[in-house]
């Protein structure tokens, strides 16, 4: 059963940082691209960075500058660095893994998210 766990959310004051990891565990095979997504009260959830496995990114503009992803393949393990918060960056963060798993001889893919983990960025 695969598993994506986040951790490394909290409250911050305008203009720290924080770093948000998100491991994926279970009877994972490959992991190809790996995202962080935000979610905001009464909004719906929107993309904020992606990494290929090859380490490519892209992300929202509205983060461009300020967020890092990046990603431990050995570890299966995404990161997003997160720098210069502003209070609108206050959501739950998701972390998302598109991957190939086993169950028992067989490989299946599969798209999974996290739980969720608070960002508050407040004064």
């Known amino acids: 059963q695969v598993q994506l766990v986040e951790s490394g959310g909290g409250l911050v004051q305008p203009g720290g940082s924080l770093r948000l990891s998100c491991a994926a565990s279970?009877?994972?095979?490959?992991?190809?691209?790996m995202a962080w997504y935000q979610q905001a009260p009464g909004k719906q959830r929107e993309l904020v960075a992606t990494i290929v496995r090859g380490g490519s990114t892209n992300y929202a503009d509205s983060v461009k500058g300020r967020f890092t992803i990046s990603r431990d393949n050995a570890k299966n393990t995404v990161y997003l660095q997160m720098n210069s918060l502003k209070p609108e960056d206050t959501a739950v963060y998701y972390c998302n893994a598109d991957l190939i798993a086993a169950r028992g001889s067989y490989y299946y893919a599969g798209d999974y998210w996290g739980q969720g983990t608070q960002v508050t960025v407040s004064s």
């Open positions: 279970g009877n994972i095979v490959s992991i190809n691209d």
